[in-house]
C-alpha cells in the first residue's frame, strides 16, 4: 500500500470514528444537526479559494440554514514524530477559515514533538493519537497503584502524556491517548467534549447518552472500532443514567432494564430454554438472534445468580456496544469461552474485540467504579491497612492480605450479586488489586 493510500484510509478511519461517537449520542453534539464530510473545501480570503480539510464537522443551529460551528481534524499517517510545523501549518489554515467558530483536532498514529505538544496546548487544539493494533496490548488487567483517587488522575495523565511523546509506546487496553484543554486523557469522548465546550454554548449542546434511532433489524457487519477501559466506563454509567436512577451499593435492576428494552425497542428476553452445546460440545449460555429481536440465558444457569448475571450483562453489552456490527441472519451463541479471559489476551480478531469489550462493559454495569472505591477505602481504614508498597490491595497467600481481600469480596459480592472473581476482575481494571497469588482465577461464576 502506498503512503498515499495509508493516508486516505487513516483519514476514512478517522471520519468513521468521530461520526460514530457522535451518532451514538455519547458527546455534546446533537446528531441531528451535525454533518460530516470527507476532503471538504472552506473558503480563505487570504488566497481566494478553498482549503481542503481532511475531516470536517458542520454543527447547525435548529431550522438553520448555515452551520454556525466547525470542528476541522487533520490526519497524519507519519512514520515519524508530529513536528511543531505540521501544528503550525494546521493552525494557519483554521485562522483563514472565517464566519464561524472554528475548532482544531490532530490525528495521528505516530508521537508527537515536544514542542509539537506545548504549541498543541497552548493553542487550545486536540492533539490525538491513534495507536496501530500491533502497538497495543489487550490486558484486562492494568497494574496497581497505591495512591488515592486524586493521586491516580495525576498518574493517569503521566500515562498519557508518555504515550503522546513516546514513538514506541505499546498501551494495555487503550489505542487513543489525548491532550485537549490541557487535560491528558485516554478517553476521546472527554477530549472532544473539551474540543465542544469552548465553541458552542451550553444551551446549544445536546448530552443524548444513547441513541437506538437505528433499528435493530438493520444491524450489519464492519470493523469493530476500538473502545479501552475509560470509554467503556462513561459508555456503561451513561447507559444506566438513561434508564433509571441507581441507589449508591444496589444491585443492578435487570428488571427494569428488560422493561426498557421490551417496550422501547421490541426485544424479548428469554430464560426457560435450555440452550444446549454447540458443534464442538461448548456449553452455550447466552444467545442473541438480531432477526428475531430476542436475548436469550440457558435455563441451565439459576436466575439472578452471579453467571446469570453476568451473562445476561453480557449479552446486553453487546445490544449497546454493538448493535450496528451484526447483521440480519446472525444468531450469536455465547460459549463459556466467551466469558473468560487470560491475564495478556492479545485481540486479533473482530470477534475476540466485540467478547473484550462486552466483558468489559458488563463488569462497569454490575459494579459501579465510584462506589467500589469508597468500600475498598472503608475497609481499609477498618481493617487499619496502611502500608501500600505494592498496591492499595496487594494479595498472596499470606493470611493478613487474604482476609483483607476477604472482607472487600464478601462485601462486593453480596451487594451487586456478583462473583468473587468477578470482584478479582473488577479490582484489576482499576489498579486497585495486585495478586501476587500463584494461580488466578479469570472467570466470574
Not at 472565517?98 to 490525528?107: D, E, H, I, L, P
Not at 443492578?252 to 417496550?263: G, K, P, Q, V
Not at 450496528?324 to 489476551?345: A, C, K, P, R, T
Request: glycine share 4%.
Amino acid at each position: 500500500m502506498s503512503s498515499v493510500e495509508k493516508g486516505d484510509q487513516f483519514e476514512k478511519e478517522v471520519f468513521d470514528y468521530i461520526k460514530n461517537h457522535v451518532e451514538s449520542g455519547n458527546t455534546y453534539l446533537n446528531p441531528k444537526f451535525c454533518k460530516f464530510h470527507l476532503q471538504k473545501g472552506y473558503y480563505s480570503s487570504k488566497r481566494d479559494s478553498n482549503i481542503k480539510f481532511d475531516v470536517t464537522i458542520e454543527c447547525f443551529m435548529p431550522d438553520a440554514d448555515e452551520y454556525s460551528h466547525l470542528v476541522v481534524i487533520e490526519c497524519k499517517n507519519y512514520k515519524s514524530p508530529v513536528k511543531i510545523d505540521d501544528l503550525e501549518e494546521f493552525e494557519s489554515k483554521l485562522k483563514q477559515v472565517s464566519g464561524v467558530n472554528v475548532k482544531g483536532m490532530f490525528f495521528t498514529r505516530s508521537s508527537f514533538q515536544k514542542g509539537a505538544m506545548t504549541f498543541g496546548k497552548n493553542t487550545k487544539m486536540a492533539l490525538i493519537r491513534v495507536l496501530p493494533n500491533e502497538n497495543v496490548v489487550w490486558d484486562l488487567y492494568r497494574s496497581p497503584i497505591s495512591s488515592s483517587n486524586k493521586v491516580r488522575l495525576k498518574e493517569d495523565a503521566v500515562i498519557v502524556e508518555t504515550a503522546l511523546l513516546t514513538e514506541e509506546y505499546v498501551g494495555k487496553a487503550q489505542n487513543v491517548y489525548c491532550v485537549s484543554g490541557g487535560i491528558f486523557t485516554s478517553s476521546y469522548i472527554t477530549a472532544f467534549n473539551k474540543i465542544i465546550e469552548d465553541i458552542v454554548p451550553a444551551k446549544e449542546r445536546s448530552l443524548q447518552i444513547i441513541n437506538f434511532e437505528r433499528k435493530v433489524d438493520r444491524f450489519k457487519k464492519t470493523i469493530i472500532p476500538f473502545l479501552g477501559f475509560n470509554e467503556l466506563e462513561i459508555k456503561s454509567k451513561h447507559f444506566i443514567e438513561s434508564i433509571y436512577t441507581r441507589n449508591v451499593e444496589e444491585k443492578l435492576d435487570f428488571e427494569l432494564i428488560i422493561s426498557y428494552f421490551t417496550e422501547n425497542y421490541n426485544i424479548t428476553f428469554v430464560f426457560d430454554e435450555n440452550l444446549g452445546s454447540d458443534k464442538k460440545h461448548n456449553e452455550i449460555l447466552g444467545q442473541i438472534s438480531v432477526a428475531e429481536r430476542v436475548i436469550k440465558v440457558s435455563s441451565a444457569l439459576e436466575i439472578n445468580s452471579p453467571r446469570w448475571r453476568f451473562t445476561l450483562a453480557h449479552e446486553l453489552s453487546h445490544l449497546v456496544l454493538h448493535h450496528d456490527f451484526f447483521s440480519n441472519d446472525d444468531v450469536y451463541n455465547e460459549l463459556i469461552n466467551n466469558l473468560q479471559w487470560s491475564e495478556s489476551e492479545q485481540i486479533n480478531s473482530d470477534i475476540q474485540r466485540l467478547e473484550w469489550q462486552a466483558n468489559a462493559f458488563a463488569s462497569c454495569m454490575l459494579v459501579p467504579k465510584d462506589e467500589l472505591i469508597e468500600i475498598v477505602k472503608d475497609i481499609l481504614v477498618k481493617l487499619n491497612v496502611n502500608h501500600f508498597n505494592h498496591g492499595v490491595i496487594y494479595l498472596d497467600e499470606q493470611a493478613c492480605n487474604l482476609n483483607t481481600f476477604k472482607c472487600i469480596s464478601r462485601k462486593v459480592k453480596t451487594l451487586y450479586g456478583v462473583s468473587e472473581q468477578s470482584v478479582e476482575l473488577r479490582l484489576k481494571q482499576l489498579r486497585l488489586l495486585n495478586d501476587n497469588r500463584s494461580r488466578v482465577s479469570d472467570l466470574p461464576h
